[in-house]
């Protein structure tokens, strides 16, 4: 029977910044890649890098629906026709644009959103749980401590000096700090956001919320509002031309669109992926903070079977601190604090790069 968590979307977007998945990666021409699917937006986008293939595997069918979704998106509609289907801008034609694009979909996929018109409706972006979440805080709970009139505002900012300054004189106030400890606890975002059962294997949580607040005040002391798609989802419900997900923006789209055919869609977990010829480098997400120690030693055996010698590896840790075994995995330290200091997503305690040793040796980005 499948498992109740993954009979519907849960992410309809990535929330780990490409760009720095990217750039750790190092991607070379022509090398053989795999990556967690999720919402289909970092394997896109690491389609810039010209890999000869991508892997992108997933035990949740509505996360493989949506992201072949938006690879068909990419194959048959032009890039403004693409963000109108997809919920970035206004539209009354996406279910004309859907009767196109479902030819070209798998039955699965197909019968998936079939199933869902409310999807289609209400546009791809906007329909996972956890874009729900985000929605609910949004609407319910921001207005309670600062108008969206602000935190439009707040979003249009480019530099991190009056970033910080608005920031401590219209939103970090007492009602502020109670509302996201409240609402940015794992109870809450456990049980509307995301799934109480990720944090079965997570040591301690009571602090999380304040852990999340941090990394959002060096965030934008870190980085331009104005272009974090992150920020402008969460406190706005959307992108703006200026804050577009990487694989989304205009310079982007007609290379993805050619490189379609490389990136090939696989479910079932990381165990279940074939071995044979070894991946050049691995996007894994957070993939590992989910599991108990027995059955993340058996994913760390599989990984050293997938593996080539010298591959990347990009990983995250969210709440847990999991890191693999240094005997098979070498993680690049400097490097990862470096890429990390400019993470865009707030919700990360850290990000590492690995490489695995053996007759190649890791190369500079």
């Known amino acids: 029977m499948e498992d109740r968590r993954f009979r519907f979307l849960r992410y309809a977007n990535c929330w780990e910044d490409s760009r720095i998945i990217r750039e750790g990666l190092s991607i070379r021409p022509g090398e053989r890649g795999l990556s967690v699917a999720s919402g289909g937006d970092n394997a896109l986008f690491l389609l810039t890098a010209d890999p000869a293939e991508i892997v992108a595997f997933d035990w949740n069918h509505s996360e493989l629906a949506c992201t072949e979704l938006k690879m068909a998106g990419f194959r048959e509609l032009s890039h403004a026709e693409l963000l109108a289907f997809l919920g970035v801008r206004p539209s009354g034609k996406r279910q004309e644009s859907y009767r196109k694009l479902r030819e070209v979909l798998s039955e699965s996929s197909r019968a998936y959103f079939d199933r869902h018109p409310e999807i289609i409706r209400r546009g791809l972006i906007h329909c996972g749980k956890f874009e729900r979440y985000f929605q609910f805080f949004r609407r319910g709970i921001a207005p309670l401590f600062c108008s969206s009139r602000r935190l439009s505002e707040f979003c249009r900012l480019r530099e991190p000096e009056e970033q910080r300054a608005f920031y401590g004189r219209w939103i970090d106030g007492k009602r502020f700090r109670a509302i996201f400890r409240l609402y940015f606890g794992v109870r809450l975002m456990g049980r509307l956001g995301?799934?109480?059962?990720?944090?079965?294997?997570v040591g301690d949580t009571d602090h999380f919320p304040e852990e999340?607040?941090?990394?959002?005040?060096?965030?934008?002391?870190h980085s331009r509002n104005f272009e974090n798609p992150y920020l402008s989802y969460i406190l706005r419900g959307n992108y703006s031309e200026s804050s577009l997900p990487?694989?989304?923006r205009e310079e982007n789209h007609d290379c993805i669109r050619r490189r379609l055919d490389r990136l090939r869609l696989f479910r079932g977990s990381l165990l279940e992926v074939p071995e044979g010829r070894p991946f050049d480098f691995l996007n894994l997400s957070d993939l590992f903070e989910y599991m108990g120690e027995e059955e993340f030693s058996e994913n760390e055996r599989k990984l050293s079977a997938l593996a080539s010698p010298g591959s990347r590896i990009a990983l995250w840790n969210m709440q847990n601190r999991r890191y693999l075994r240094k005997d098979d995995f070498l993680a690049e330290e400097e490097e990862s604090r470096r890429l990390f200091s400019k993470n865009r997503s707030y919700f990360y305690r850290d990000f590492t790069i690995y490489h695995v040793p053996g007759d190649l040796l890791p190369h500079e980005p």
């Open 194 to 201: 995301r799934d109480r059962s990720f944090y079965r294997h």
């Open 212 to 221: 999340v607040k941090a990394r959002f005040e060096y965030g934008i002391s």
């Open 246 to 248: 990487d694989y989304l």
